[in-house]
C-alpha cells in the first residue's frame, strides 16, 4: 500500500455500530424520531444497508456515477475487481493537533509543536475499494506530519434525507469508497468529516508529556491574549471616561 500527497492541490493517494445523529438545515440538534415509516422508506433503507454487490453491478454504478461526476474524479475497475477513485475529507478539527517539525533537535530526533490546523479545508484523496476507514485516518494524518495516535480520530458521515442533516460515526473496518459509489458524486448526498473522537471528555491519558506541554503552552498564550484584550478594553472605558471628566469641567 502506498501513498503520496501535495499540500497545494490538497490531493493525495491511497492504493490497495455507529453513532448517529441528524440535524435540520438549520443544524439545530435533535433526538432520532421514533415511529412508524412508510414501506417506500424500509426499501430505501434496506437498499442502504447493502455492503455486497457482484462485479457487473458494480461495473454498472461505476458507469453511472462517472457520468454524473461534475469535478472529473471518476472512479476506475480495475480487471482485479477492485476500483479505484476519489473522496474529499473535510478538516473539522476543534483541538491542536501535534506535527513534526523540520528541524533535528539533540541526538537527531525531530521536534514537535502543536497547532491548530484551519477547520473546512478540504483534501481529495485517492483510494481503492479495499481501503478501510482506519486506513484513510492514517493517510490524511501523515498527509500533515501529525505525530498524534489515530485512534484519536474518527471519519465520519454527513448524509442528508429529506429536510434532515444526518451525521454518523463510521466503524474502522467501513469503506469509504464504496460509500461514495453507492450515494454518487455530489457532496450534499454523502460527504466525510474528519473529527476528534466524541467520547463526552477528552481522554487526557491518551496524549504523551510533550502533547500535555504543548497544550499548557497554547492555554497560557490563549489566556495572555485575553488578559491583553481585557485590559485594552478598560483602559479605552478610562480614557473615554477622563474625556468626559474634563469636558463637564470646562463647560462649568
Not at 453511472?64 to 469535478?71: A, F, I, R, S, V
Amino acid at each position: 500500500m502506498t501513498w503520496n500527497s501535495t499540500m497545494s492541490s490538497g490531493y493525495s493517494s491511497l492504493e490497495e455500530d455507529s453513532e448517529e445523529y441528524f440535524f435540520t438545515a438549520r443544524t439545530s440538534f435533535f433526538r432520532k424520531p421514533s415511529g412508524k415509516v412508510t414501506v417506500s422508506k424500509d426499501v430505501e433503507k434496506e437498499r442502504e444497508l447493502r455492503t455486497e454487490f457482484s462485479r457487473e453491478e458494480i461495473r454498472q454504478k461505476i458507469e453511472q456515477y462517472n457520468m454524473l461526476t461534475k469535478d472529473h474524479l471518476k472512479m476506475t475497475l480495475n480487471p482485479t475487481g477492485v476500483y479505484t477513485g476519489f473522496i474529499k475529507v473535510q478538516m473539522d478539527l476543534r483541538r491542536p493537533v501535534t506535527v513534526r517539525g523540520g528541524q533535528r533537535g539533540a541526538g537527531g530526533a525531530r521536534g514537535e509543536e502543536a497547532f491548530y490546523l484551519p477547520r473546512g479545508v478540504t483534501n481529495t484523496l485517492h483510494i481503492s475499494s479495499n481501503n478501510t476507514v482506519r486506513q484513510v485516518i492514517v493517510a490524511l494524518l501523515g498527509k500533515f506530519t501529525v505525530a498524534d495516535n489515530p485512534a484519536k480520530y474518527a471519519l465520519y458521515k454527513r448524509y442528508r434525507r429529506e429536510e434532515q442533516v444526518y451525521v454518523c460515526k463510521l466503524a474502522d473496518g467501513e469503506q469509504p469508497l464504496f460509500l461514495r459509489l453507492v450515494a454518487g458524486p455530489e457532496d450534499d448526498t454523502l460527504s466525510f468529516v474528519l473529527r476528534e473522537q466524541q467520547t463526552g471528555e477528552v481522554m487526557w491519558d491518551a496524549f504523551s508529556i510533550p502533547e500535555l506541554r504543548n497544550f499548557l503552552r497554547i492555554l497560557d498564550k490563549e489566556e495572555d491574549e485575553q488578559k491583553e484584550a481585557v485590559i485594552r478594553r478598560y483602559q479605552a472605558y478610562r480614557q473615554r471616561l477622563l474625556e468626559a471628566q474634563r469636558e463637564v469641567r470646562g463647560s462649568s
